[in-house]
């Protein structure tokens, strides 16, 4: 009985990590898809966009974590603009699978003086607000492998549990500058598993904004710094630096590389500092990206590192796509 005491404890105190940990799986996949960390990114362009992604962590570890991402945003009517996702997340005996639906509202701000031909889209202020649902749910076979006796007990058969929340965004962009400001797990609802009711989600703030630059008079060639911040209640910051140079070497195909460096500390100081190189290319309307995140406190590891493979879909001609 204290062996299943005992693993029950470990499993609540893991559980917790892992459901953070899980959306940090999704929020950290932003780099390819703004709308992953703010829900008024779906529709802010008049165009629709189509993304599937798949991140591999610390691959050659046996059973290696690894989350598959669909989503879709899309503008659908003048002003109104919708999107959604759907992830599943395998890491060990751990398995969580859920998604968000979103709705946005679009205000165009600009009516002149601009090189684009949509003007009405170049100054604008969007918001919106998500849905999110999430099941969650422990392999016991895999859990208690080592123990045939206790995979089979009572106590530990179809483990799970199921939780809801929501978010809210608001987005700004002027011609080249743009801004975004969103709060997530705006609902503290707790997950009953184990018998036992869970922390809720940390109410969860991001803040991010940058500027593209445009290198010649065509724009074929541009520049775009961006920072993200990251906070949650416990006082858990993230700060991204990202640096992207882009080209388009003709409305067919172009290309981005983009270099990304985080850094990370909690309410202890405990800090985590992380260089993500990453590249992408378009042809036609179809994208592919790829992200390499390579941990600078443990450069010497037992795996390959964090790999990202992003395949995407534009039903527009956009050289932003990646926002």
Same mark, same amino acid.
Request: charged share 15%; hydrophobic share 40%.
């Given at each position: 009985m204290?062996k299943?005491? $005992?693993?029950?404890?470990?499993l609540l105190i893991?559980s ?5 940990a899980?959306?940090e799986l999704?929020y950290?996949?932003?780099?390819f898809n703004?709308?992953l960390?703010n829900?008024a990114?779906a *529709?802010?362009e ?21 989350t598959?991402?669909l989503?879709?945003k899309?503008r659908?009517w003048?002003n109104?603009?919708i999107?959604a996702?759907?992830?599943n997340d ?7 699978a859920?998604g968000q639906?979103?709705?946005a509202?679009?205000i165009?701000l600009?009516? *002149?003086?601009?090189?684009s ?10 918001f919106g $607000?998500?849905f999110?649902?999430n099941?969650?749910?422990i ?12 995979q089979?007990?009572?106590? #530990? $058969?179809?483990?799970s549990?199921?939780g809801?929340?929501?978010?809210f965004?608001?987005?700004y962009k002027?011609y080249g ?12 609802m707790?997950?009953?598993i184990y018998g ?7 109410l ?8 593209? #630059?445009?290198l010649?008079r065509r724009?074929?060639y541009?520049i775009e710094?961006m920072?993200m911040?990251?906070?949650n ?5 993230n700060?991204d630096l990202n ?5 388009e070497?003709s409305?067919? +195909?172009g290309?981005?590389?983009q $270099?990304?460096?985080?850094h990370? +500390?909690?309410?202890?100081?405990i800090?985590?500092l992380?260089?993500?190189p ?9 994208q592919?990206g790829?992200a ?12 390959? *590192?964090?790999h ?6 534009s039903?527009?001609y ?6």
């Amino acid at each position: 009985m204290k062996k299943y005491l $005992a693993a029950i404890i470990v499993l609540l105190i893991l559980s917790v990590g892992k459901l953070s940990a899980q959306e940090e799986l999704i929020y950290n996949q932003y780099h390819f898809n703004y709308y992953l960390v703010n829900p008024a990114m779906a *529709g802010a362009e008049p165009c629709s966009h189509l993304m599937i992604s798949n991140k591999m962590q610390w691959v050659g570890m046996e059973d290696f974590p690894m989350t598959q991402l669909l989503s879709f945003k899309t503008r659908v009517w003048k002003n109104v603009g919708i999107g959604a996702y759907l992830y599943n997340d395998r890491n060990g005996y751990s398995n969580r699978a859920g998604g968000q639906v979103t709705f946005a509202y679009h205000i165009p701000l600009s009516k *002149g003086r601009s090189y684009s031909k949509k003007v009405s889209y170049d100054r604008q202020l969007s918001f919106g $607000a998500s849905f999110k649902a999430n099941y969650f749910y422990i392999n016991t076979d895999k859990l208690f492998a080592d123990d045939p006796d206790a995979q089979y007990d009572n106590a #530990f $058969a179809n483990t799970s549990g199921f939780g809801v929340n929501a978010n809210f965004g608001i987005y700004y962009k002027s011609y080249g500058g743009f801004v975004g400001l969103s709060l997530t797990n705006l609902i503290p609802m707790t997950a009953d598993i184990y018998g036992d009711k869970e922390m809720p989600a940390p109410l969860t703030g991001f803040l991010f904004g940058g500027y593209t #630059f445009d290198l010649n008079r065509r724009g074929d060639y541009y520049i775009e710094p961006m920072v993200m911040l990251k906070m949650n209640q416990y006082l858990d910051i993230n700060m991204d630096l990202n640096l992207k140079f882009g080209q388009e070497v003709s409305k067919d +195909w172009g290309y981005w590389v983009q $270099a990304s460096y985080r850094h990370s +500390w909690d309410a202890n100081n405990i800090q985590s500092l992380v260089l993500m190189p990453m590249c992408g290319f378009r042809i036609h309307g179809f994208q592919l990206g790829y992200a390499f995140s390579l941990d600078l406190n443990n450069l010497v590891t037992q795996n390959y *590192g964090t790999h990202e493979i992003m395949l995407g879909y534009s039903f527009c001609y956009t050289k932003h796509f990646c926002r």
